[in-house]
């Protein structure tokens, strides 16, 4: 039935509304909505053209969310964001360039929708598509697959620890991702870290600390504790038996005078209590972890050595 004049208005507002303010020629007519309706309130300014068929409502100032709902509509019915755009609708990484969306391949043609990547599979199933704040946005675990062939280890790491941390990451979904979706770029590498993640790293609390996790598998040293509470100070990472300590430091967590001060009472006490504290920085991984790396291996030898004569001797 059409939606007469006086209420279209009304109508093409309530849906818009549901969409961060964006809409389809496609959903207006299936609400009954005349194309000449459609068309006279493009004419008028209300409806202002995004893409081929999609439209703004009243204006083009729109959220981040906006942009990114028109992009899905734009790619047509069963479409979702993906890679990187839903990375960051997860709140697991950025985002930069075109706008990324995955659909079902077949009956669609990418075209006239600048901005837009459309990604295009043979099969695309419900269990790896949802909805996020209003948006129709691919899977946590579908995003972690698409990821995985364009990020290096280290990083789809942190992406994978971020995604477990905030409660988004569903093991048996990964794990039907996994099994079904071998051959695709990138699987081998979701696969590997699923397996060898650190379950110490899921207790980090910073994108240092993950890294220094996987550093140490990386150069063969021991796993330390993540997170432990030493005499009255929470400490970073701890190898308890040689009493060796790792604080991973970042300038937005340690660069006023006062947490300074802190950090340098903080070391006091525990060298006092008896323990060995080597600082680090973010940059220091990053760009060169090696000497620090050597510098930790030679401590825990050199501590487990003095451990043994120590005991040999009360013997």
Same mark, same amino acid.
């Given at each position: 039935m059409l939606v007469r004049d006086r209420d279209a208005t009304v109508s093409i507002r309530a849906l818009a509304e549901r969409q961060h303010g964006v809409i389809s020629t496609r959903q207006l007519l299936e609400h009954g909505i005349d194309e000449e309706v459609v068309l006279g309130r493009r004419r008028a300014g209300f409806l202002i053209p995004l893409h081929q068929g999609i439209y703004?409502?009243?204006? #083009?100032?729109? /959220?981040?969310?906006? +942009? !990114?709902?028109?992009?899905?509509?734009?790619?047509?019915?069963?479409?979702?964001?993906?890679?990187?755009n839903a990375g960051c609708l997860w709140g697991v990484?950025?985002?930069?360039?075109? @706008?990324e969306v995955l659909r079902q391949s077949g009956g669609f043609r990418p075209e006239g929708? #600048?901005?837009v990547k459309l990604h295009q599979t043979r099969r695309l199933h419900s269990?790896?598509? /949802?909805?996020?704040?209003?948006?129709?946005?691919?899977?946590?675990? +579908?995003?972690l697959l698409d990821l995985a062939g364009r990020m290096d280890a280290k990083r789809l790491e942190r992406v994978f620890v971020q995604a477990y941390k905030?409660? %988004?990451?569903?093991?048996?979904?990964?794990? +039907?991702? @996994?099994? *079904? *979706? +071998?051959?695709?770029?990138?699987?081998?590498?979701?696969?590997? @870290?699923?397996? &060898?993640? %650190?379950?110490?790293?899921?207790? /980090?609390?910073?994108?240092? &600390?993950? %890294?220094?996790?996987?550093?140490? *598998?990386e150069a063969n040293l021991p796993t330390p504790a993540v997170n432990v509470l030493i005499?009255?100070?929470?400490?970073?990472?701890?190898?308890?038996?040689?009493?060796? @300590?790792?604080? /991973? %430091? $970042? !300038? $937005?967590h340690h660069g006023d005078r006062l947490t300074f001060e802190k950090d340098r009472q903080r070391d006091v006490d525990l060298m006092a209590a008896g323990y060995e504290v080597h600082r680090t920085t973010y940059k220091m991984l990053e760009l060169n972890p090696g000497p620090f790396l050597n510098n930790i291996r030679s401590a825990l030898l050199t501590r487990t050595a003095s451990t043994f004569r120590a005991g040999r001797q009360e013997s």
């Open positions: 703004a409502l009243g204006h #083009q100032h729109l /959220t981040r969310e906006g +942009r !990114w709902m028109a992009a899905v509509l734009a790619c047509g019915p069963g479409a979702v964001l993906s890679h990187f990484c950025g985002s930069y360039g075109r @706008i929708h #600048q901005g269990w790896e598509v /949802t909805v996020e704040k209003g948006v129709p946005v691919a899977s946590m675990e +579908r995003v905030r409660g %988004d990451l569903s093991w048996p979904r990964l794990g +039907r991702i @996994i099994t *079904r *979706r +071998r051959g695709c770029k990138g699987v081998g590498r979701l696969r590997q @870290i699923a397996l &060898e993640v %650190d379950p110490e790293a899921l207790e /980090t609390k910073s994108v240092s &600390e993950i %890294d220094f996790l996987a550093l140490c *598998r005499e009255g100070h929470l400490v970073d990472f701890l190898w308890s038996a040689q009493r060796v @300590i790792v604080e /991973t %430091d $970042s !300038w $937005s």
